[in-house]
């Protein structure tokens, strides 16, 4: 039963990092957009290339992890806490 658990909590870690990961580049392409547009009167959609692609996607996938990390953290603080006082 507990390895079960154990597999739920990596999946969520999993989906969580992906969803991270999924929006934290769409977050990201647009304010590269929107710096890149500044002092443009025409908004043209541009994807960065080279180095700088791979520092955004550092970036993100980064921070997702970190997230989903924490989030796991904080899931495992609560449930021990539940069961905790549950035993009491």
């Known amino acids: 039963m507990k390895r079960?658990?154990?597999k739920k909590r990596d999946k969520t870690v999993m989906i969580?990092?992906?969803?991270?990961?999924?929006?934290?580049?769409?977050?990201?392409l647009l304010y590269y957009n929107l710096g890149k547009?500044?002092?443009?009167?025409?908004?043209?959609?541009?994807?960065p290339k080279g180095k700088e692609l791979l520092q955004t996607l550092t970036v993100v996938a980064v921070t997702s992890v970190l997230t989903a990390?924490?989030?796991?953290?904080i899931e495992n603080a609560v449930?021990?806490?539940?069961?905790?006082s549950q035993m009491a």
Do not use: W
């Open 69 to 73: 990390l924490i989030s796991k953290g």
């Open 16 to 28: 969580v990092t992906g969803a991270g990961v999924a929006i934290g580049l769409a977050e990201a």
């Open 79 to 84: 449930t021990s806490e539940k069961r905790n």
């Open 37 to 47: 547009n500044a002092n443009s009167k025409s908004f043209k959609f541009g994807i």
């Open 4 to 6: 079960e658990k154990n």
